[in-house]
Nanobody
Framework: QVQLVESGGGLVQAGGSLRLSCAAS????????MGWYRQAPGKQRELVAD???????NYAESVKGRFTISRDNAKNTVNLQMNSLKPEDTAVYYC??????????????WGQGTQVTVSS
């Protein structure tokens, strides 16, 4: 079983910055991809950014140039630095990890979510 614990959400004014962190623990052999998704009220959950164990990153068009994803493979952590925040970035942000468990079976896990609110 793999658990993801997020931290770092909160309330910020437009133009401000926040940093989200996520730590994975449990029966982990390896994590292939770690990422951040978000879900705004009345909308579907969408990918914000993800990063492979090799460091390859992928960003939603709406956050390119403003958000930066990074990870520490040794610590099984992933961070999302969010700059120049806009009111439309307001959402619950979820950490996601996909990899292989210690039993050599695949896993995909979600964090509990952390609220990010950007005021105008």
């Amino acid at each position: 079983q793999v658990q993801l614990v997020e931290s770092g959400g909160g309330l910020v004014q437009a133009g401000g910055s926040l940093r989200l962190s996520c730590a994975a623990s449990g029966t982990i052999r390896s994590i292939n991809v770690m990422g951040w998704y978000r879900q705004a009220p009345g909308k579907q959950r969408e990918l914000v950014a993800d990063i492979t164990s090799g460091g390859r990153t992928n960003y939603a068009e709406s956050v390119k140039g403003r958000f930066t994803i990074s990870r520490d493979n040794a610590k099984n952590t992933v961070n999302l630095q969010m700059n120049s925040l806009k009111p439309e970035d307001t959402a619950v942000y979820y950490c996601n990890a996909a990899g292989t468990s210690t039993w050599a079976t695949p896993f995909g896990s979600w964090g509990q979510g952390t609220q990010v609110t950007v005021s105008s």
